[in-house]
Structure formats: C-alpha cells, structure tokens
C-alpha cells in the first residue's frame, strides 16, 4: 500500500525536519568518535539512547503530519479505507522501533 497523494510540506516544516535530521546525524558521528576512542561502553549507550529518542521523535512528528493531511483528506474525501490501513500499517511498524 502506498498512497499516491502527497501533501507537499510548508518550507518551514521542511527546515525543522532537516534541523533535527542534522543534529541526529551530528549525534551519529559523535557516536562514531566515542567507539574510535575507546570511551565507556555506558556512555556510548546513553549517547546511542539520545539518537533513538530523536530519530523516534522525527518520526512522531512526521506521523502527525501525515494524519492531519494526508489521513485527513483522504478521508474528507470519502477515500479513508486505503489510507487508514496504510496508517495502521506505518503505526505497527514505527512502535515495532
């Protein structure tokens, strides 16, 4: 299931996901020197921990923006079905994480 209609996102929208996408990918490279240099297995897992939440967090914030538009219309629309499934589907899959 994949729906063909995509609700484009505002430029700022697209500015605060690629912000935090940003600072994910900074945490991974400071994940990536922490191995290098042999630091304590706790603190590479604390530091592991935070890029989870905010990857989790990105995806929250992504999935929220789907159901408020494109779950939204879709079902305004009276074409709810497919888009709710796809949804259900996406929602399993995400807490799976």
Known sequence: MHS????PRS???KKQLN???KRVEGQVRGLQNMVNEDRYC???L???TAVQAALKKVGFDIL???TK???SSAVKSGDQTES???LMQVIKQFSKT
């Open 64 to 66: 929220e923006e789907h």
């Open 19 to 21: 912000d935090r996408l």
């Open 84 to 86: 709710i499934e796809e």
């Open 4 to 7: 063909q209609k995509v609700h």
């Open 11 to 13: 430029e700022k929208e």
């Open 46 to 48: 604390v530091q592991l």
């Open 69 to 71: 538009g494109c779950v």
């Open 42 to 44: 706790i603190d590479i």
